[in-house]
Structure formats: structure tokens, C-alpha cells
């Protein structure tokens, strides 16, 4: 009875997790469309180039220990030992926060170096005010690594939602207050990179209110057990604190996680140390460089947005293949398997090709011109590559091959630097453009070919292929015929050219190809009722939904 409320404890806390998770990096993803709109493609390009190095930033800063008090806090709970899971909190809370101090002094004062690292002097203020938010974020994550080792998942949750809404908040008040002002684009990107400082001052001290309740509650049962611990009457509780948790064993694990993190976001952190200063080495300046970066970044939202999907649904594979493994029914890996690339596959294909097709109505409707809308189209490709690579790591990772994947995005980032250099002096943000294609590409073709390797992988031609092809190049069409009459009915009835014509535009393409995707699914059999019902998770549940509609035969 006791395993079953674990269990139904840890899915209901996985779902509120997940929500939470999606919201989250919704609101982060959709708030880089003000940070344009009101700061300009300047702004947006310093922006681009400092977030990234941040965000890495707080990744090594944490240490990976999050990870590592999760794992050691469960443990300590399991054995009813709740004075070892608090020192646990308390000893990884004061190592993380000397690590984020250390390292938001080092970015602070090296600044100009940073700079002068990444080819552009623009960005020198927007360092600075990012480290600011490493003074504060590693602390709030050993707090959430604490209650999700105790497998409460709402605090996590919660913080959140409050640090990506109030770091929206904080960005586009400063953004408000300093475009009136005047202020250049160095100026309003320094202001927008306070957003995730505030952002993360709001998490923390969610997470301080929910530390302070827990503590409160469990003051009287602490105390009860020290006296019986001081008894002898609890002696596991006793001898689980002779083996205290040291500083070397936290680190021991949570490094390894550390390293792990950082090979994801290489791939755009490649872009950063590489393409403003190739801009600028072609003779432009470097405000010039920071524009054209900017226009880059245009289309990296909505990718964001179909990666997002693939990640937020890829932590329902790991522990399903986990499961099938360690029953040894290799029929049931090779299914999942198989249907979860073949499906992401076809989604990341589907909304490259829509994006690709809608990309000068969608740049015009979100960001207010065109320009960049050829590299946006070559970008709408990356949804692809990297929707395929993150749901074939995971199913990696379900297997447990943990490190293959991190070698493959490292192998990954090494050709998109190469390619980097080879096609952006004489492409510019193009070839940025086609690089981040290939890279993802490659990244996602190493974990499919390690798959198949394996032997748990079978794809017929007529299946990723051929009925694919078809599929696509009918919702391409589809999407660019409606798309094109309603600019032309838009420009007959006097309207045409703004940004309202271009989303009417938008929507209906998307809606369109929509349309013929669901439709041309249903007509070349890509995915029968059986086989949805076998996919982890939401397979059983929206199978129910398409029967209902009859779209099964």
C-alpha cells in the first residue's frame, strides 16, 4: 500500500513539475518577441550573446548539486533520518552560494575580458548586470533540489512559474523605463538582463517561505527524534549519521551532472564566441554586428517552442525504457523506440517546413520587418535536427547510455564551429544559419545511428521517408497557397503590408497546414490506434481522443 502512494505521489508530482517546467519556458520563450519589439535588433543581438554565457554560467555555479541533494535528501528520508537530509541542504547551500558569489565577482571584474573574448565591447554592461542573478539562483536551487529529494514537487513548481513571471515583469518595466529614456542599445540589453536577476530573487524567496513552513512543521518531530536517537532508541537514524554526506561525495555526483548540462546548450554558445566577431572581421562594426545577431535570433523562439515539446515530453521516455529494459521485453523497447523518433521526426520535419514557408509573414507579424527572413527560414530547420536529437537522447538515457549523448552534442558544436567559420564571411547570418541545420542534424543522426547499432531501432524507407515527403510537401503547400491569397485579398482590400496583414496571414498558413497534416496522417496510415496506444504516458490517453473522432479506420 505504502509503495503505491509512493508511486501515485511521485507521477502527480511529475505532472505538476512538467506543467510547471512548460509554463515556465513558455513565458520564456515568447518574452524575447517585447525584448525586440521595444529594445530594437541591437539590443536583441546583446541580449542573444550575454544569455546564453549566463545561463552557463549558473550551470557551473550550482555544480550539478541540485542533482546531488535530490539523490542524498531521498536517501536520508527513506531512513527516517531527517537531521542528515538539513545538513545535507545546509552544507550544499553553503558551497553553492560561495560558488555564484565567486563566479558573479569574476564576471563582474572581467567583463571588458569577456568582451574582448567575444569580439564586441557592447556587451560589456550586460555582463555586468547578469552577475547579479549568480549571487541568488544557485542558492534557490539547492533549495529545490532539497524538496524534490523529499519528492515534493509544488515548491519547485511554484518557484518557477514566480521566476520566469517576474523576471518578464522586471525586463519589460526596465525596458519601458529605458527606451523613454533614451537609452542605447548597450543601455536597455543591460536592463534586460536584470529581468533574470529579479526573476531569481522571486524564486528564492518562494522557496526561503517554503523552507520556513516545512521547518516549522517538522520542528516537533526533529526534536522527538534526536531524543530517541540520544536513546538508542533509534539506531539506523544514529547510524546513518556516522556516515554523513561530505562536501567530496556531493561533489563526486553532482559534477558529472554539471557536465552533462553544459554539452546541451554548446550548440548556441558556439554562435556566440564565433559569429559576432566573424561579422565584425568582414569590416561591418560593432554595433552592426550586434544588429545582424539580433535578426539571427529572430527565429530561435519559435524553434524553441517545437523543442521545448520534445523535452518537456522526453523525461516520460527515460524511466518507460528504464522499465521495458529491466523486464528484458526488447519487442516493447524497439517499439517505443521506433514510433517516438518516427513521430518527432515527422512533428520537428512539420513545423520546419511551416515555419520555413510562413517565415516573411511570421517576422513581419512578430518583429515588424523582414529582414533576416531568409536566414529564418534556414533556421526553421533546426526544429527538426533538435526535436529528433533531444527525444533520441533521452531514449539513450532510458537505456543508459548517459554520456553518448553529451559526446554526440560535443562532436555537434565542433562542426558548427567549423562550419561557422566557413560560411559566415561569405554568408554572414545565413551561413550562421545553415551551420545550426547541419549541427543538429549531425547530433541527432550520431544517437539514431547509436540506436540502430544497438539493435533497437528498424525504420522502413516508406515510413521515414517517402510518406513523410508527401505528407510535408503537401502541407507546405497547403500553407503557402493560403497564406499568399490572404495577402493578396489583404492588399485588394486596402490593407496590406502591416503587421495585422501578416498575421492573418500566419495563422491561416498554420491553420491550413494543420489541416492537411491531420488529414494526410490519417489517409497514409503513418500511425495506427495500437501503436499510439504503446507509446508512454499520453499514448493510451489520446488514442481514446482520436477514436472518439474517428480518425482510426
Given amino acids: 500500500m505504502k509503495s503505491n502512494t509512493q508511486g501515485s505521489k511521485l507521477l502527480q508530482g511529475a505532472f505538476i513539475l512538467s506543467a510547471a517546467a512548460i509554463f515556465s519556458k513558455l513565458i520564456g520563450t515568447l518574452q524575447k518577441i517585447p525584448l525586440q519589439n521595444l529594445g530594437g535588433d541591437a539590443a536583441f543581438g546583446i ?9 552557463i554560467l549558473v550551470t557551473v555555479a550550482m555544480l550539478g548539486l541540485p542533482a546531488a541533494i535530490s539523490r542524498f535528501v531521498a536517501e536520508a528520508s527513506a531512513a527516517q533520518d531527517e537531521v542528515e537530509g538539513r545538513r545535507v541542504l545546509r552544507l550544499s547551500a553553503g558551497i553553492t552560494a560561495i560558488s555564484g558569489l565567486f563566479l558573479g565577482v569574476l564576471v563582474y571584474t572581467g567583463a571588458p575580458v569577456i568582451a574582448v573574448w567575444v569580439g564586441n565591447s ?40 514566480a521566476e520566469q513571471s517576474v523576471r518578464v515583469a522586471v525586463m519589460i518595466a526596465l525596458l519601458l523605463y529605458l527606451t523613454a529614456a533614451g537609452a542605447d542599445a548597450a543601455g536597455v540589453a543591460a536592463g534586460a538582463l536584470l529581468g533574470p536577476v529579479g526573476g531569481g530573487m522571486a524564486g528564492l524567496l518562494v522557496m526561503l ?33 556516522e556516515r554523513s554526506v561530505n562536501a567530496r561525495q556531493l561533489l563526486s555526483y553532482g559534477l558529472p551532472v554539471m557536465l552533462g548540462a553544459l554539452a546541451v546548450p554548446l550548440i548556441g554558445l558556439v554562435d556566440v564566441f564565433t559569429v559576432p566577431r566573424l561579422l565584425t572581421a568582414g569590416g561591418g562594426s560593432e554595433t552592426g554586428a550586434m544588429t545582424q545577431f539580433g535578426i539571427y535570433n529572430r527565429g530561435l523562439p519559435l524553434v524553441q517552442m517545437v523543442t521545448m515539446l520534445a523535452t518537456s515530453l522526453s523525461v516520460v521516455f527515460i524511466p518507460a525504457l528504464a522499465e521495458a529494459k529491466y523486464q528484458r521485453n526488447e519487442a ?4 517505443r523506440i521506433t514510433l517516438s523518433l518516427r513521430w518527432f521526426w515527422l512533428l520537428g520535419l512539420a513545423a520546419s517546413v511551416g515555419l520555413a514557408v ?11 520587418d523582414a529582414a533576416g527572413s531568409g536566414a529564418m527560414t534556414w533556421l526553421a530547420f533546426t526544429a527538426a535536427g533538435g526535436s529528433v536529437s533531444i527525444i533520441s537522447a533521452a531514449l539513450l538515457q532510458g537505456l543508459g547510455a548517459v554520456r553518448a549523448p553529451a559526446l554526440h552534442l560535443l562532436a555537434a558544436a565542433a562542426l558548427k564551429a567549423a562550419l561557422n567559420l566557413l560560411l559566415v564571411p561569405q554568408q554572414g547570418i545565413t551561413g550562421a544559419a545553415i551551420a545550426g541545420v547541419a549541427a543538429h542534424l549531425f547530433a541527432a543522426a550520431l544517437n539514431v545511428l547509436l540506436l540502430y547499432r544497438q539493435g533497437y531501432l ?6 521515414a521517408l517517402l510518406k513523410p515527403a508527401a505528407l510535408l510537401a503537401g502541407l507546405g503547400l497547403a500553407a503557402a497557397a493560403v497564406s499568399l491569397g490572404a495577402g493578396r485579398a489583404a492588399d485588394a482590400a486596402g490593407f496590406g503590408g502591416g503587421r495585422t496583414a501578416a498575421l492573418a496571414q500566419s495563422l491561416l498558413g498554420v491553420l491550413a497546414g494543420c489541416a492537411v497534416f ?16 504503446q507509446l508512454p504516458g499520453f499514448g493510451p490517453r489520446l488514442a481514446d481522443k482520436l477514436k472518439k473522432l474517428r480518425l482510426f479506420p
Avoid at 541580449?47 to 554565457?53: A, D, E, G, H
Avoid at 516493447?332 to 517499439?335: A, E, M, S, V, Y
Avoid at 509573414?361 to 518583429?367: F, G, H, M, R, T
Fill in 122 to 161: 557592447h556587451i560589456t554592461s550586460a555582463l555586468r548586470s547578469s552577475a547579479w542573478g549568480l549571487a541568488v539562483v544557485p542558492l534557490m536551487g539547492a533549495l529545490r533540489g532539497y524538496f524534490q529529494g523529499l519528492h515534493n514537487m509544488m515548491p519547485t513548481a511554484v518557484s518557477q512559474v
Fill in 209 to 241: 517561505l517554503y523552507w520556513r513552513s516545512h521547518r516549522r512543521r517538522g520542528l516537533e518531530g526533529l526534536v522527538i527524534n534526536d531524543l530517541a536517537s540520544a536513546k538508542g532508541e533509534s539506531a539506523s537514524a544514529a547510524a546513518g549519521r
Fill in 332 to 335: 516493447l523497447i524497439r517499439t
Fill in 358 to 368: 510562413l517565415a516573411e509573414p511570421v517576422n513581419v507579424a512578430l518583429y515588424g
Fill in 518 to 533: 491531420a488529414l494526410g496522417a490519417a489517409l497514409l496510415r503513418l500511425l495506427s490506434e495500437s501503436e499510439l496506444r
Fill in 47 to 55: 541580449y542573444n550573446t550575454v544569455y546564453p554565457l549566463y545561463t
Fill in 458 to 463: 528498424r525504420l522502413r524507407a516508406a515510413d
